[in-house]
């Protein structure tokens, strides 16, 4: 064990006084985060003018919203109900961008609904608030109390304000859920293709300058392979928790420096009305919500870390097996073509199961050693039904103990391989070595 | 100290190491002979447990080769090679570690070597900032920092020049002196004859010959002998007549020669001297062995000869 943790110690401050290793673990979060800024600036920078439908059946508005009416914003009343569905549809209501519902007990269950077709930005959504806010301030001053407006407002209950989608109102065709296990799942895939390759070059550079050699004189080769994954891993984690650190830090500056209306007390109040309701209602943009809300980082983490220990394993079993049977470095790429379309395929069948969710093969993927760390986190950012859980566990199980059966048979490839030089790889080499 | 008993080794069909069994001594120099591709190498790395026998075993005083007896041998393969980016004194570090030497251990072996071999500035280099021969020295040093019982060397000589070839060979000796047991691999046939006390001579995985240096050269002797004289060259081939072949002569000075001399028929080094004392003055008379080399040449040739038969 102790020459393991020496040769594991080795590999990670050779990643270390690599350049690019360094580099990439300040550039890879930044390149994250630069992303992540597009997109927040991308959802303050929509339309103009927003033509906006007050739905008041009981007229309790009075066909008045503001006194001084924003220059980006424009009401008509009328005093019914529509329905999503007409709302959506009908011709007469098409120049409307968004629609308020007003109903008819505002004044007891504080409940407001605002439904749109375009997505609006933070700013128009907070105007709307404040709006309606102030105006039914107004009307519970004048018609319910002798207190003043000031007075009101510092012992009022706030509203709660729903943001729906006119064509989607019960988000049933959100992939929001799904994006963010894909973003994980692909973090493992991108990581265990990166550091699978630390794996396959690390163990060429030993074969081709010789020394494997001399190593194997003082070690074993299960030892070596054993030494190289868990230190070429250990560097993995510690490269992906330094992104971590710093994509965490940059979005809490974005947070309070760069964006700070993505947060209000709608929002706060919309979380209330979500748990109450137990559905996934949203008053953000899809992609705030993904990254500030929705990724419940510290159950992902766990299970981001495991299945990437378990996809490290497998994977990286494959890449220390070309490695060490490859004659020459040219000779293993063609066999590096074969994993890489694996690894690509994983992130496709990734995406496969955002779009079909439910499926049998979507849930074969889940399970499949190649396929399931990205299908998992996509399985687990959606969550599971009550007693569905231990899917996920037996994923993990299968995971691992494939993982195992690999390290044995690139155990026995990589000792058989490690002194064979300038010969011409093939497949049925690797067959006889694997018996051996 | 080693024993190698009855070791066998194939691969794919073909016999690479057929029924090979010596020992080596403590406190000897063994040379392994051989020319390229006759299973040195892969004998090398049986004894080092880096490739398995499929018949026979390999025993360390007296017992089956273990893991643990790995710690009492310093291997150095033909096919050396050092980590590129580290630091001589990482790199030397590092291998001692894995050889089982505590840290503190491992620093007081670096130190004593580097002052050893007069490298101490090296200290902090990078093994791609040395020379082939510098980065060989450093080689040389990870085979002894953890000051083993046995030492397996193949080709350690090479890429050094003449000077550093004299500093590890009387390194060798060194070790030799003080009890270390030593398999030499070489091609270096002078080498051989110089610190070498025994040979072991394989070739297509057969054991050939093996014995001590100075009995391999007698078992060889075709009766050679050097004779240094003072007069004329002329009076002394005419003395020698048919019994006796000259092969080489070198000119000393104008009047002074050395003759190789082969005897024929049953003559003997006294038929000799009897027949040049009275034509030219003797210097001196000397019996030639025939070199390792000769040796090594003429026992692999006879192993052709006969498989063609």
Redesign the interface.
Known sequence: MN?II??AK?EIA?RF?NRFYRWLMVLGPLLVLGLVYLFLSNTSSAKQHWNVLVMDKNEIFSNKLAVTKPDNLSFDFINSFLDYDEFASNAEYQKYDLAISINEKIVSNKHVIISYRVRPPEKVQHQLIYLVERRLEEIMVSEFTDLSVEKFRDIKQSLTFNLKDTYDPKNENSTTASWVGFVFGSLIILFVFMFGMTILRSVAR?K?????????????ARQLLAGKILGVGVSAIIQFFVWIAIIAFGLFIFRVTVFPDIFSGSFVADEVVRNQAGQGLTSQSDFVELIYSQIHYMNMLVFFILFFIGGFLFYGSFFAMIGAAMGSESDGQQFVIPITLLIFGAVLSGYYAIYNPGTTLSSWLEFIPFTSPMNMMIRLANGFEDGSAWQLYISLLILFVAALLMLMVAGRIYKNGL?R?NHRLRFKMLLQWSKK | MISIENISKYYERQTILDDISFQLADGEILGLLGPNGAGKTTLMRIVNRIATADKGHVTYNGEILKEKHLLEIGYLPEERGLYQSMTVEKHIIYLARLRGLLKVDAHYQLNHWLEKFEIQDWRKKRIEELSKGMAQKIQFICTVLHNPKVLILDEPFSGFDPINVELIRNELLELKGRGHSIILSTHNMNSVEEICDRAVLINKGQKLLEGKIQGLREQYDEGIFNITFKGNMLAFTTALWTGFEIIDKKDHAEDIFSVYIKMRHDNEVNDLLNAVIGQVKIISVEAVLPTMEKVFVKTINAQKEQVNE
């Open positions: 020459k020496l040769i080795r050779e006084n030993e081709a300058n010789r020394i494997v050699e001399v190593l194997l004189s003082m070690v074993k002194l030089f």
